[in-house]
């Protein structure tokens, strides 16, 4: 009788070689199951945490400029990030004075972990703005919205009702993309909302077009899905005028169910009907 040897075991693979595999995957960010600060200091035993509280001061909320006078009652970090966002974003009286100020302004964690502040792509005297939920790879490492496949089936939209990023202007709620392509947190989006919010009157369109339901959920403050929500005009108060207003399908959520693209094809072409009307006498 003959005995049948067990299989050699695989060899097991090196760091080097999971590294590899991990990039060849698109593995570019490593994340937990729960969510994790890892800008946050890890706890100290509790007999160091008392001396160390005891002697140090604390720092200032997030967001928050330093100077803030002594014993002042101060929001908790998340509100006074909102709060900041809101105030330097008034301030801004150009988009190129509010860009900078994103540049500078720390209070969204987001900016930590991305590769580059993704402000905006296209004309800003176009009569149409598009803005999409946040950047993801490609546009963290150009620094420009919708440069991957999603904005490449853009320009295609775009292109079939006449426009291309010459004649349009393409932002997003989130400037800074979240790691590994999460979605944003409410509290991220809040922080952020005050900076999109001001880019919309500065550029000042005829047609706002926010692409898919983060978007339109943020800026128009619809409730619904973007099933219910898409191909409707509504209007967008600015504070000096106001703006039609339409959501639409986002381009990756078509990459992913083409069969909705039909659809997105009647909200283009009331889209481009809407400029025609709007458009100034010659």
Same mark, same amino acid.
């Given at each position: 009788?003959? @005995? ?21 995957? %698109? ?38 400029? +330093? ?39 720390? %209070? ?8 580059? &502040? ?17 950047? %993801? ?13 999603? %904005?490449? &089936? ?8 006449? &426009? ?10 989130? $400037? ?17 909302? $005050?900076? @999109?919010?001001?880019?919309?009157? &500065?550029?000042? $369109? ?51 169910? +083409? ?24």
């Amino acid at each position: 009788m003959s @005995i049948i040897p067990p299989p050699a075991p695989e060899p097991v693979p090196s760091v080097r070689d999971l590294l590899a595999f991990y990039r060849e995957a %698109g593995v570019d960010c490593a994340l937990g199951e729960a969510a994790m600060d890892r800008l946050a200091e890890q706890p100290l035993p509790a007999p160091a945490m008392r001396e160390r509280a005891a002697a140090a001061p604390l720092p200032p909320a997030a967001g928050l400029r +330093p100077g803030t006078a002594p014993g002042a009652a101060m929001p908790a970090a998340p509100e006074a990030a909102i709060a900041s966002a809101r105030e330097a974003a008034r301030t801004a009286p150009t988009l190129e004075a509010l860009r900078a100020l994103l540049a500078e302004f720390d %209070g969204c964690g987001l900016k930590a972990t991305a590769t580059r &502040l993704v402000f905006a792509d296209g004309n800003p005297q176009a009569r149409v703005m598009f803005v999409g939920e946040a950047p %993801g790879r490609d546009e963290d490492l150009s620094g420009l919205p919708f440069v991957g496949r999603s %904005g490449k &089936l853009l320009d295609l939209m775009l292109r079939a009702i006449g &426009l291309d990023r010459t004649t349009a202007y393409i932002a997003n709620v989130i $400037p800074w993309r979240p790691p590994g392509n999460r979605d944003p947190s409410p509290q991220e989006t809040q922080i952020c909302l $005050p900076f @999109i919010k001001r880019q919309i009157e &500065l550029v000042d $369109p005829d047609v706002l077009v926010c692409l898919g339901k983060p978007s339109s959920q943020a800026i128009l403050e619809l409730k619904d899905g973007i099933m219910r929500t898409r191909g409707r005009w509504r209007d967008y108060h600015t504070g000096t005028r106001t703006i039609r207003a339409m959501a639409t399908f986002h381009p990756a959520y078509l990459l992913r169910q +083409p069969i909705y693209k039909r659809m997105t094809w009647l909200d283009l072409r009331a889209i481009a009907k809407a400029l025609h009307e709007t458009a100034a006498p010659s």
